[in-house]
């Protein structure tokens, strides 16, 4: 009897790649991409009020640090691949119900993708924890962004130009995109990751294990990296479009400044070789530096809009330099027994930023125009600077040698606290 061949594809499942991880990264820039500069435009719209407008992202971060924090716990009962799978279908249908475009269904429909978009988050960081070696996260990182440049690059100015043509339009954009990330997440078929047990049951409380994160100052000050540059973008990509409206540059500006500064994604390999000739400390420093002397530079310029604008297009440079160096400090100092957890911390990040940003220029547009919003980023990235100063001085550097960027934690001392 003729016995058929399973194909070799259908046994065993190819193991993940850097590629892999970038190809599903930029399916998610389309979906994410098409939105990020939709979103503020509609709720400047609905509620026509900054302040207003600060005050809804604020409760929006705050849900989505939430259901960040209790994506872990929720992993103990429920498979991590339904989990991802869950917040892609939340994205797709989150973008679907905007599409009716009162104040309360864009509300909600901005809640549905940020839950979504943090929950897809930290199972895409455990599972490159998981199946990406030490020596390849920096390479992992580079390659991800690369592979996001086209979705960041062309997103933000089309969406909004397609806003303009067809309201309905961007919205479908990202529910399609949000479906192809899913399939392609599902022909990965990372399944539910490694596990790795320790000799004593895992805690099931979310916050169980923040003192363990306290007590680890590298990835407390690599955390606090990711926070800061976020509420760098988070300026750039909410406040900047809303300036333009004001000062009558037009609906437009925002989106295209956006895909302008994303544009500069593509140089993101020739940063990684930068770096990796330099140090992670140094990249880390030269980057929140220079954009924070930008971000200040540009809010004493708001008298000439033009200028404001550009000072913050090319603090956006610096910025993606952060985006290349600031989160290795994290991603190299976990263990591997708390992959997930601290994956789930990590990308608190965003939900922090998305709570701390809109929080704290919420206060300011009380007693100053917008370019205190920027004064502030300014202040906030030198912050960063000054806490830079404890990375390890070799940080990117493997004895002297052009290396992968993902030794130097290997041979580092601790950090120093601040």
Request: proline share 6%.
């Amino acid at each position: 009897m003729h016995q058929r061949r399973i194909p070799e594809w259908l046994r065993h499942a190819p193991a993940p790649s850097v590629r892999g991880f970038a190809v599903l990264a930029g399916t998610e820039a389309i979906a994410r991409g098409i939105l990020i500069s939709v979103f503020p435009l509609e709720m400047y719209n609905v509620l026509q009020d900054a302040s207003l407008v600060s005050e809804a992202y604020f409760a929006v971060g705050l849900l989505s640090l939430i259901a960040g924090l209790m994506v872990p716990f929720l992993g103990r009962f429920v498979p991590r691949r339904w989990i991802y799978s869950a917040g892609a279908l939340m994205f797709a249908f989150g973008a679907l119900l905007a599409l009716e475009g009162s104040a309360a269904a864009t509300v909600t429909a901005l809640i549905m993708i940020t839950v979504a978009t943090v929950t897809t988050f930290v199972c895409f960081n455990a599972y490159v924890l998981d199946y990406i070696a030490k020596t390849q996260l920096g390479q992992c990182e580079t390659s991800r962004m690369f592979y996001s440049a086209l979705g960041w690059t062309v997103g933000p100015a089309l969406g909004v130009f397609l806003l303009g043509v067809w309201r309905p339009l961007p919205f479908l954009i990202a529910a399609v995109a949000a479906g192809i990330m899913l399939a392609v997440f599902l022909y990965m078929r990372l399944g539910n990751g490694r596990l790795i047990t320790k000799a004593h049951l895992a805690p099931t409380n979310p916050l169980s294990y923040m003192p363990r994160f306290f007590a680890q100052p590298r990835l407390v000050a690599g955390w606090l990296f990711a926070v800061i540059r976020s509420c760098g973008w988070w300026i750039y990509i909410v406040y900047l479009p809303i300036f333009a409206v004001e000062q009558g540059l037009g609906d437009q500006l925002g989106g295209t400044a956006l895909s302008i500064s994303n544009g500069m994604l593509f140089l993101t390999p020739f940063m990684l070789r930068w770096m990796q000739r330099t140090s992670i400390r140094y990249a880390v420093r030269v980057g929140f530096l220079v954009s924070g002397a930008l971000f200040l530079g540009g809010s004493l310029m708001v008298d000439l809009p033009w200028i404001t604008v550009l000072c913050l297009v090319m603090a956006s440079f610096f910025l993606i330099l952060l985006d290349v160096s600031a989160g290795l400090p994290f991603l190299l100092a976990v263990k591997p027994s708390e992959r997930t957890e601290m994956s789930a911390i990590y990308a608190s990040y965003r939900d922090v930023s998305g709570i701390v940003t809109p929080g704290a220029a919420w206060m300011v547009l009380l007693v100053a125009p917008l370019a205190g919003v920027f004064a502030l980023g300014g202040a906030g990235l030198w912050a960063a600077y000054t806490l830079a100063r404890v990375l390890h001085p070799r940080l990117g550097k493997d004895r002297g040698q052009l290396a992968p960027v993902s030794h130097e934690f290997d041979n580092a001392a601790p950090l120093e606290t601040a």
